[in-house]
Protein backbone atom coordinates (compact mmCIF):
# COMPACT_ATOMS: atom_id res chain seq x y z
CA UNK A 1 0.00 0.00 0.00
CA UNK A 2 1.52 3.81 -1.37
CA UNK A 3 2.15 5.71 1.62
CA UNK A 4 0.35 9.45 1.73
CA UNK A 5 2.26 12.26 1.93
CA UNK A 6 1.31 16.00 2.47
CA UNK A 7 1.06 18.56 1.47
CA UNK A 8 1.05 17.69 -2.35
CA UNK A 9 3.24 21.16 -2.54
CA UNK A 10 4.88 23.76 -1.38
CA UNK A 11 5.85 27.21 -2.13
CA UNK A 12 8.86 28.87 -0.13
CA UNK A 13 11.00 32.11 -0.04
CA UNK A 14 14.52 31.17 0.69
CA UNK A 15 15.26 31.13 4.56
CA UNK A 16 11.62 29.90 5.23
CA UNK A 17 10.65 26.88 7.08
CA UNK A 18 8.60 23.51 5.72
CA UNK A 19 7.55 20.08 7.00
CA UNK A 20 6.66 17.25 4.82
CA UNK A 21 4.64 13.98 6.04
CA UNK A 22 4.37 10.63 5.20
CA UNK A 23 1.87 8.18 6.71
CA UNK A 24 1.32 4.91 6.52
CA UNK A 25 -1.66 2.38 7.18
CA UNK A 26 0.83 -0.40 7.71
CA UNK A 27 3.44 -1.38 9.98
CA UNK A 28 6.60 0.01 8.78
CA UNK A 29 10.18 -1.07 9.42
CA UNK A 30 11.77 1.87 7.59
CA UNK A 31 10.75 5.44 5.69
CA UNK A 32 13.11 6.72 3.19
CA UNK A 33 13.42 9.97 1.71
CA UNK A 34 14.48 10.97 -1.68
CA UNK A 35 14.88 14.42 -3.57
CA UNK A 36 13.96 14.88 -7.61
CA UNK A 37 14.86 17.46 -9.47
CA UNK A 38 12.97 18.21 -12.53
CA UNK A 39 14.14 15.42 -15.49
CA UNK A 40 16.83 14.25 -12.81
CA UNK A 41 16.78 10.79 -10.95
CA UNK A 42 15.71 10.73 -7.35
CA UNK A 43 18.33 10.93 -4.94
CA UNK A 44 18.84 9.65 -1.82
CA UNK A 45 18.23 11.62 1.31
CA UNK A 46 18.39 9.56 4.26
CA UNK A 47 16.21 6.33 5.75
CA UNK A 48 15.04 6.22 9.01
CA UNK A 49 14.74 2.93 10.72
CA UNK A 50 12.43 1.40 13.35
CA UNK A 51 14.24 2.33 16.82
CA UNK A 52 16.41 4.47 15.48
CA UNK A 53 17.39 7.84 16.09
CA UNK A 54 16.00 10.71 13.89
CA UNK A 55 18.10 11.43 11.37
CA UNK A 56 20.14 14.96 9.31
CA UNK A 57 21.43 15.77 5.57
CA UNK A 58 22.76 19.62 6.19
CA UNK A 59 19.74 20.98 7.38
CA UNK A 60 17.35 18.85 6.69
CA UNK A 61 16.06 16.24 9.22
CA UNK A 62 13.79 13.77 9.47
CA UNK A 63 11.77 11.98 12.53
CA UNK A 64 9.80 8.84 12.18
CA UNK A 65 7.11 7.69 14.94
CA UNK A 66 6.72 4.23 15.00
CA UNK A 67 3.50 4.26 16.87
CA UNK A 68 1.64 6.26 14.45
CA UNK A 69 3.57 4.84 11.58
CA UNK A 70 4.61 8.71 10.20
CA UNK A 71 7.83 10.12 8.89
CA UNK A 72 8.64 14.10 8.86
CA UNK A 73 11.14 16.17 6.70
CA UNK A 74 12.02 19.40 8.43
CA UNK A 75 13.49 21.26 5.78
CA UNK A 76 15.23 24.37 7.81
CA UNK A 77 16.25 27.92 6.50
CA UNK A 78 15.45 26.67 2.87
CA UNK A 79 17.88 27.05 0.29
CA UNK A 80 17.19 27.47 -3.78
CA UNK A 81 18.82 24.17 -4.22
CA UNK A 82 15.92 22.40 -2.14
CA UNK A 83 13.48 22.74 -4.82
CA UNK A 84 11.99 19.52 -6.35
CA UNK A 85 9.97 16.78 -5.62
CA UNK A 86 10.42 14.93 -2.34
CA UNK A 87 9.38 11.36 -2.06
CA UNK A 88 9.01 9.30 0.79
CA UNK A 89 9.68 5.23 0.39
CA UNK A 90 8.21 2.90 2.94
CA UNK A 91 9.27 -0.62 3.68
CA UNK A 92 6.88 -2.90 5.54
CA UNK A 93 7.95 -4.78 9.01
CA UNK A 94 9.70 -7.98 8.89
CA UNK A 95 7.56 -10.67 8.22
CA UNK A 96 5.19 -8.77 6.31
CA UNK A 97 4.97 -9.33 2.95
CA UNK A 98 6.02 -5.92 2.01
CA UNK A 99 9.50 -6.39 4.31
CA UNK A 100 12.43 -5.27 1.76
CA UNK A 101 10.23 -3.86 -0.73
CA UNK A 102 10.36 -0.31 -1.13
CA UNK A 103 6.79 1.42 -1.60
CA UNK A 104 6.66 5.69 -2.59
CA UNK A 105 4.30 8.19 -2.13
CA UNK A 106 3.13 10.44 -4.52
CA UNK A 107 5.46 13.14 -3.75
CA UNK A 108 5.24 16.76 -2.64
CA UNK A 109 6.84 19.10 -5.00
CA UNK A 110 8.60 21.86 -3.21
CA UNK A 111 9.42 25.23 -4.48
CA UNK A 112 11.96 27.92 -3.45
CA UNK A 113 11.96 31.47 -4.32
CA UNK A 114 14.60 34.49 -3.87
CA UNK B 1 30.19 0.73 -12.91
CA UNK B 2 30.19 3.67 -11.03
CA UNK B 3 26.48 3.96 -11.03
CA UNK B 4 23.29 2.57 -12.45
CA UNK B 5 22.91 2.54 -16.33
CA UNK B 6 20.18 2.30 -18.43
CA UNK B 7 19.44 2.04 -21.75
CA UNK B 8 18.12 2.88 -24.17
CA UNK B 9 17.69 6.81 -22.74
CA UNK B 10 14.74 7.32 -24.70
CA UNK B 11 12.17 4.88 -26.91
CA UNK B 12 9.60 5.89 -29.22
CA UNK B 13 7.77 2.49 -30.28
CA UNK B 14 4.38 1.73 -32.27
CA UNK B 15 1.70 0.57 -30.61
CA UNK B 16 1.40 -2.69 -30.60
CA UNK B 17 5.67 -3.64 -30.58
CA UNK B 18 7.37 -5.20 -27.98
CA UNK B 19 10.15 -3.47 -25.87
CA UNK B 20 13.21 -4.52 -24.25
CA UNK B 21 14.66 -2.16 -21.40
CA UNK B 22 17.54 -2.70 -20.06
CA UNK B 23 19.38 -2.17 -16.13
CA UNK B 24 23.09 -2.46 -15.44
CA UNK B 25 23.24 -1.80 -11.37
CA UNK B 26 26.38 -0.89 -9.34
CA UNK B 27 28.47 -4.00 -9.22
CA UNK B 28 28.13 -5.40 -6.34
CA UNK B 29 24.42 -4.96 -5.48
CA UNK B 30 22.26 -7.45 -5.02
CA UNK B 31 19.00 -5.65 -4.80
CA UNK B 32 17.56 -4.32 -8.28
CA UNK B 33 14.27 -2.59 -8.26
CA UNK B 34 12.32 -1.23 -11.46
CA UNK B 35 9.65 1.44 -11.36
CA UNK B 36 7.75 3.84 -13.63
CA UNK B 37 6.96 7.39 -13.32
CA UNK B 38 4.32 9.02 -15.40
CA UNK B 39 4.60 12.24 -16.28
CA UNK B 40 4.19 14.44 -12.87
CA UNK B 41 3.05 11.14 -10.95
CA UNK B 42 4.80 9.50 -8.33
CA UNK B 43 7.33 6.77 -8.17
CA UNK B 44 5.22 3.28 -9.14
CA UNK B 45 6.57 -0.53 -7.95
CA UNK B 46 6.49 -2.88 -10.67
CA UNK B 47 9.24 -5.03 -9.12
CA UNK B 48 11.96 -6.34 -7.15
CA UNK B 49 15.00 -8.69 -7.39
CA UNK B 50 17.51 -10.02 -4.51
CA UNK B 51 19.95 -11.44 -6.75
CA UNK B 52 18.03 -13.29 -9.55
CA UNK B 53 15.12 -13.89 -8.19
CA UNK B 54 12.04 -11.77 -7.63
CA UNK B 55 10.14 -11.93 -4.34
CA UNK B 56 7.23 -9.75 -5.07
CA UNK B 57 5.95 -9.39 -8.79
CA UNK B 58 2.73 -8.18 -7.85
CA UNK B 59 3.56 -4.56 -9.10
CA UNK B 60 3.45 -5.86 -12.78
CA UNK B 61 0.37 -4.00 -14.54
CA UNK B 62 -0.53 -6.45 -16.48
CA UNK B 63 0.77 -10.24 -18.03
CA UNK B 64 2.43 -8.03 -20.57
CA UNK B 65 5.12 -6.73 -18.35
CA UNK B 66 7.74 -9.30 -17.32
CA UNK B 67 11.04 -9.05 -15.92
CA UNK B 68 14.50 -11.18 -15.61
CA UNK B 69 17.58 -10.68 -14.00
CA UNK B 70 20.93 -12.56 -14.75
CA UNK B 71 23.83 -13.45 -13.35
CA UNK B 72 22.77 -11.33 -10.36
CA UNK B 73 23.55 -8.21 -12.49
CA UNK B 74 21.80 -6.96 -15.68
CA UNK B 75 18.09 -6.93 -15.54
CA UNK B 76 16.02 -6.33 -18.48
CA UNK B 77 12.25 -5.32 -18.71
CA UNK B 78 10.42 -6.62 -21.35
CA UNK B 79 6.61 -5.13 -21.86
CA UNK B 80 4.49 -6.94 -24.87
CA UNK B 81 2.43 -5.66 -27.40
CA UNK B 82 2.49 -2.10 -26.04
CA UNK B 83 -0.21 0.21 -25.54
CA UNK B 84 -0.20 4.24 -25.44
CA UNK B 85 -0.69 3.88 -21.39
CA UNK B 86 2.40 2.28 -20.93
CA UNK B 87 4.49 5.23 -21.63
CA UNK B 88 6.43 6.73 -18.50
CA UNK B 89 9.73 7.03 -17.91
CA UNK B 90 10.96 3.36 -16.44
CA UNK B 91 13.48 3.66 -13.64
CA UNK B 92 15.59 1.04 -12.30
CA UNK B 93 17.19 1.04 -8.70
CA UNK B 94 20.09 -0.67 -7.13
CA UNK B 95 20.97 -1.27 -3.22
CA UNK B 96 23.57 -3.01 -2.07
CA UNK B 97 21.61 -5.17 0.06
CA UNK B 98 17.97 -5.21 0.01
CA UNK B 99 16.15 -1.67 0.62
CA UNK B 100 19.63 -0.74 3.15
CA UNK B 101 21.69 1.53 3.34
CA UNK B 102 19.82 3.30 0.14
CA UNK B 103 18.90 2.69 -3.42
CA UNK B 104 20.66 4.35 -6.21
CA UNK B 105 18.25 5.24 -9.22
CA UNK B 106 19.40 5.37 -12.94
CA UNK B 107 18.53 8.14 -15.18
CA UNK B 108 15.50 5.87 -16.81
CA UNK B 109 14.29 5.14 -19.85
CA UNK B 110 11.78 7.18 -21.13
CA UNK B 111 9.31 5.24 -22.98
CA UNK B 112 6.49 6.86 -25.77
CA UNK B 113 4.35 4.76 -27.36
CA UNK B 114 2.70 5.82 -30.39
Known amino acids: QQPVQSPQAVILREGEDAVINCSSS?????VHWYRQKHGEAPVFLMI?????EQMRHEKISASFNEKKQQSSLYLTASQLSYSGTYFCGTEGDAGGTSYGKLTFGQGTILTVHP | GAGVSQSPSNKVTEKGKDVELRCDPI?????LYWYRQSLGQGLEFLIYFQGNSAPDKSGLPSDRFSAERTGGSVSTLTIQRTQQEDSAVYLC????????????FGQGTRLTVV
Open chain 1, 48 to 52: LLKGG
Open chain 2, 93 to 104: ASSLVVIRPEAF
Open chain 1, 26 to 30: KALYS
Open chain 2, 27 to 31: SGHTA
